[in-house]
Every structure is written in structure tokens, then in C-alpha cells.
């Protein structure tokens, strides 16, 4: 029943920051899928007897993708393949279903925060046996099948039943349909205060959780109206669309604004929060106040000891390089290390692996923690849910109270999206030529501290990663960060983070674009771009 179809390489199989993004109709090109799967099982060497998980974010293709995928790996001798019920599997869903049933790895569909649909993004991404994104040497070696393929291997065959829960066959691979949330509501509930936060809803208090539309609608319901018994309708946008119903699927101030006006009305609910595509991200909301997902780390990381799950403390915590500072301060405060790591979290892995660290977070709506190996929206909502029954406070009492602990380091991202690429490559190199000068020197009233392409040594497998990021520290401590996006579809997107840190509890209510104002001038002054890019302001800021 097997075949061998011929095929050649096509340019640009290359996965980014996290997996091979694409849209939706280069997806849909003859072979565009199989080749990269082909070049996966190739770059993984023997295949055969592997048992690997297989499941998506819903979103348009996702469901022809997981028949080709069954289709292959049944022709390649995977022995069994576990697919999400009607091939739906979160991201952080996937990687709790590879280590709790120790599968060899597990392949992902999800463009996360992308928009979805036919018009929209597509994207796949292959998981190791930890549950983690493949480290940059196993993206590196499928990339590299991808350029000298000649031929994959599929089979005759009808589609398979993604939607009847149960073991069955297709030729010789077995095909495990599960549940989509069981595993992971299991997890959660060994981890969480579940009856401290039953009391607190019962006693009044209330959530609004936004899935727009997309994945983390079945373990949102589940877990919170379900297991929690927070009343139905504390979950909105619920139930997981192709076109994510239209949303944009990322949980931030500039797309999230349904749960924003929620959250700035009279009748808010006591926490909000949305979460992305595949449900790795989440924001989390107090009323009239987004807290900062860099804050959301340091918070989470200095309230750890009230949960369960973390009640012995962390043995370390680790934050992607753009991400602010204020998660070190709590760290040195409880004599803890703090890592910092390239943006993705594939780098947070080792460190996860190796008991280094047991948080971890992006600035990006990215919290996690080593029960996973990928960044888990539900989990933070949970974290924080679980703080706010253990304390009795409010998220705004929570955030002030830290910030009047801590400093409060303020923070920004300003996107600058669909730019020419040849542009943004040039305004990098140029102002990555100059750096090596700016140390040392006066910049409006700022000394430069340093100035670098940041580059991450890995202290466990000791592999590096350059050009991670342009990065200049002041003395005082404030920074600016400029990268170029590795996950959008469109031109080139510049990100520039500014962050700075104020001890002066009388300044920590300033509006943040305020507080930031002149790094902000300077960041745009400095990199040209207006001059480079023709953009004045950011398409997006968080
Ligand atoms: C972005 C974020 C990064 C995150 C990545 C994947 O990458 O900045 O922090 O890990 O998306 O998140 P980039 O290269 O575009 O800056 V997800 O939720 O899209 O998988
Ligand atoms: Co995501």
C-alpha cells in the first residue's frame, strides 16, 4: 500500500523562531506539506516503531494536514501516532501528551498568534521526546533534508476518523484518537489549589476568560466552568473557529479589545484574560490595568511558594533576552539564578531538562514552567487564579504591592510590521556596525553600559546561538532591544523593547508610553528608522 512519490526541494522550508510559517496557499502548493514532514522523519534517522503525538489549533488546513501527516507516517513505519479528538491539540496540550505517555515527539499544527483561514497563516512545527520545540540543531538538520529531498512516502488509503475517540488502524500504524483536554486537565489539577479556587469563584468572584476563538477554548471550558465551576459564559469565545470567527488571535491590548472594554466597565470581572491560536500565550487583566507579561514572570515568580505544585520554592528562573528585567530582581531577592536566553522557547528547554530553572517567560504573553516544555496560557491563568484565592487580594493590589517591592521596571514593544525586508536587514546591519563605538558613551544623558549583538552560550549542551538580538544597556539600567521577527509571513517585522527601571514608588503609576518617552525617541533616532523603514510610528505597540 505504501508509495514513493517524487518530489524536489522547495526554497524556503526553513522553520523560524518557532516552526515553518507560511500562508495558508503556499501551504496548499503541491508537496509543500509532505516535503517538510518527509524532511522531518528523514532528519530524525529511523522512524520506524516511533510513537509520536499529532494535533493542531484548529485553524483552516488543519484537519487536511492531519490526514496527509497519518497518511505518511503510516507509510514511513511510525508504529503509532496519538492524535487530539478531531485534530485538535494545544501546543502546551501536545507537549504534556509526549511526556506523560513518553512518545518519541510530536508534530504540531499552529501559525499561534497568526491570523488564520484561507487567507491567513498556516504552520507546523516538530516537538522532541520532552515535550519541547526541536532545538535549533534538529530544525537545522530538517531544514537541510528539505533543500536535497527527492521523494516521500505515503499510502493508498481513505481518510481516517479523527473524530471517534479510540484505537484503530490505518495499514500498519496504529491511530490513538484522545481526548483533547484530559491529560492536561489531569496535570493541572496536581498542580493547583483546585478547592482554594472553587471557594473563591464561589464566593463571588469572577473571570472572563477570552479564547478568541481559538484553542484554549475546550480546556478553558473544561477546567474553569467545568472542573472550577465558574458560571458558563465566564469563558467567551470558546469554541475554537477555523478563522479564529475573525479575531486575530493574539492576546494583547492592540487585538484583544472586547475583553479590554470588559475589563474597563463597571460590572469587570475580577481577572481577565485571553490566550492565543494554539493557547501557549495569555494576558492576564486586572480592571482598568494590563499587567505587563514581564511583570506577569516576576509576579508569578515571587508568589510561586502559594501553589502547590511550586510550594518548595524554584530552583531557578529564566526569561528570553528582550524580555524585562524585573524578574532578576525578584531572583536575587530569593537567591535564586536567573538565566537569560535568545527569544523562543525552544532555548528555555535545557535549562528546563537540566533542573536549572523551573519558570520561564517571554515578553511576548509567554508564561511556563518546567510541568511542560512550552509556554502554557491556561497554566498562568491558573497560576494567577490561584494567587488571587490564596491571597485574597486583587491582580491591582497584587501588581502594586510588587512594584512597591521590587522598582517597577516599565516596558514596551513597539512593532513595526510588513516593513521591506531589504530595509530592515539594512537598518540592523548599520546599526549593528556601530555598536562596538556606543560603549562608553553619553547617549541623551545616558551613559551606554553595553552595546552588543547578544549572543547565548548554552550552559547545558554548550551549543551558541548568535545574532540574537541587538541590545544596549544603559547605567541606569534601562535598555533597547531591536530584533527582526521570526515567525511573521509578510515583509519584515522590526520589534524594538524599551524598558526602564524606577525605584520611585511615586512615579510607578506614570502612563508607561510616558514613562518611556525619550528611550522611545531615542530608539527611533538611533536605528534611522524612519529614515530606512518610511514608518514614523509602530503599526503595533504592547
Ligand atoms: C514571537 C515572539 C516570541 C515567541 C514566538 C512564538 O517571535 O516574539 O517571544 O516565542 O513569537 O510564539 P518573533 O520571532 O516573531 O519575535 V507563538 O505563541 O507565535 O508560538
Ligand atoms: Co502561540
Not at 517524487?6 to 496548499?28: D, E, M, N, Y
Request: net charge negative; glycine share 10%; hydrophobic share 35%.
Amino acid at each position: 500500500m505504501s508509495k514513493e512519490i517524487a518530489t524536489q526541494p522547495i526554497a524556503g522550508q526553513k522553520p523560524g523562531t518557532s516552526g515553518l510559517r507560511k500562508k495558508v496557499t503556499v501551504f496548499q502548493q503541491p508537496n509543500y506539506l509532505e516535503n517538510f514532514v518527509q524532511s522531518i522523519f528523514d532528519a530524525l534517522g529511523d522512524v520506524r516503531g516511533r510513537e509520536i503525538a499529532l494535533g493542531g489549533d484548529g485553524r483552516y488546513y488543519n484537519r487536511n494536514a492531519v490526514q496527509t501527516i497519518l497518511k505518511m507516517a503510516a507509510a514511513n513505519g511510525i508504529k503509532r501516532v496519538v492524535v487530539g479528538q478531531g485534530g485538535i491539540l494545544s501546543t502546551p496540550g501536545t507537549s504534556c501528551v509526549i511526556r506523560k505517555r513518553k512518545l518519541s515527539g510530536g508534530i504540531i499544527l499552529s501559525a499561534s498568534h497568526n491570523p488564520g483561514g484561507p487567507d491567513g497563516d498556516f504552520g507546523i512545527k516538530y516537538n522532541t521526546e520532552n515535550g519541547g520545540p526541536a532545538p535549533e540543531k534538529v530544525t537545522d538538520a530538517i531544514y537541510e533534508k528539505s533543500t536535497t529531498i527527492t521523494r516521500y512516502l505515503t499510502v493508498d488509503a481513505p481518510d481516517y476518523d479523527i473524530d471517534t475517540l479510540g484505537l484503530g488502524k490505518l495499514g500498519d500504524l496504529e491511530v490513538e484518537v484522545i481526548d483533547s483536554v484530559e491529560d492536561y486537565a489531569d496535570l493541572m489539577q496536581q498542580l493547583f489549589d483546585f478547592p482554594a479556587i472553587k471557594n473563591w469563584l464561589a464566593n463571588g468572584h469572577s473571570i472572563r476568560f477570552d479564547s478568541l476563538s481559538a484553542v484554549s477554548g475546550p480546556y478553558a471550558t473544561r477546567i474553569i466552568e467545568g472542573l472550577l465551576g465558574a458560571p458558563k459564559g465566564s469563558v467567551v469565545n470558546g469554541i475554537p473557529l477555523e478563522d479564529f470567527g475573525g479575531h486575530h488571535p493574539d492576546p494583547n491590548p492592540a487585538y484583544a479589545t472586547d475583553l479590554i472594554e470588559h475589563m474597563n466597565a463597571a460590572d469587570a470581572a475580577d481577572l481577565g484574560a485571553a490566550s492565543d491560536g494554539d493557547a501557549d500565550r495569555n494576558m492576564i487583566v486586572g480592571r482598568n490595568l494590563v499587567v505587563t507579561p514581564s511583570d506577569s514572570l516576576a509576579i508569578m515568580a515571587a508568589n510561586a511558594t502559594l501553589v502547590p505544585g511550586y510550594h518548595k520554592g524554584l530552583a531557578g528562573v529564566a526569561r528570553s533576552m528582550p524580555t524585562s528585567c524585573a524578574v532578576d530582581a525578584v531572583a536575587k531577592a530569593l537567591n535564586i539564578p536567573a538565566f537569560e536566553t535568545p527569544t523562543g522557547w525552544k532555548f528555555f528547554g535545557n535549562l528546563l531538562d537540566a533542573g536549572k530553572a523551573t519558570l520561564c517567560g517571554e515578553e511576548s504573553y509567554g508564561t511556563g514552567s518546567d510541568h511542560v516544555r512550552e509556554k502554557d496560557g491556561v497554566w498562568a491563568v491558573l497560576f494567577w487564579l490561584n494567587i488571587l484565592a490564596a491571597t485574597g487580594k486583587s491582580v491591582n493590589e497584587i501588581v502594586e504591592a510588587h512594584w512597591a517591592k521590587y522598582g517597577r521596571h516599565f516596558y514596551s514593544r513597539h512593532d513595526f510590521e510588513g516593513i521591506d525586508t531589504d530595509a530592515a536587514n539594512k537598518l540592523m546591519d548599520s546599526l549593528r556596525e556601530r555598536l562596538p563605538q556606543l560603549t562608553g558613551t553619553p547617549l541623551r544623558g545616558r551613559k551606554v553600559a553595553l552595546a552588543d549583538d547578544f549572543a547565548y552560550h548554552d550552559p547545558v549542551d554548550g551549543s551558541m546561538s548568535q545574532k540574537q538580538g541587538l541590545r544596549l544597556v544603559f547605567e541606569d539600567g534601562s535598555r533597547i532591544v531591536y530584533r527582526l521577527s521570526g515567525t511573521g509571513t509578510e515583509g519584515a517585522t522590526l520589534r524594538v523593547y524599551i524598558e526602564r527601571y524606577e525605584a520611585n514608588p511615586s512615579r510607578h503609576g506614570l502612563e508607561t508610553q510616558t514613562a518611556l518617552s525619550d528611550l522611545i525617541e531615542l530608539s527611533r533616532d538611533l536605528a534611522r528608522i524612519s529614515e530606512l523603514t518610511g514608518r514614523t510610528e509602530p503599526t503595533v505597540v504592547t
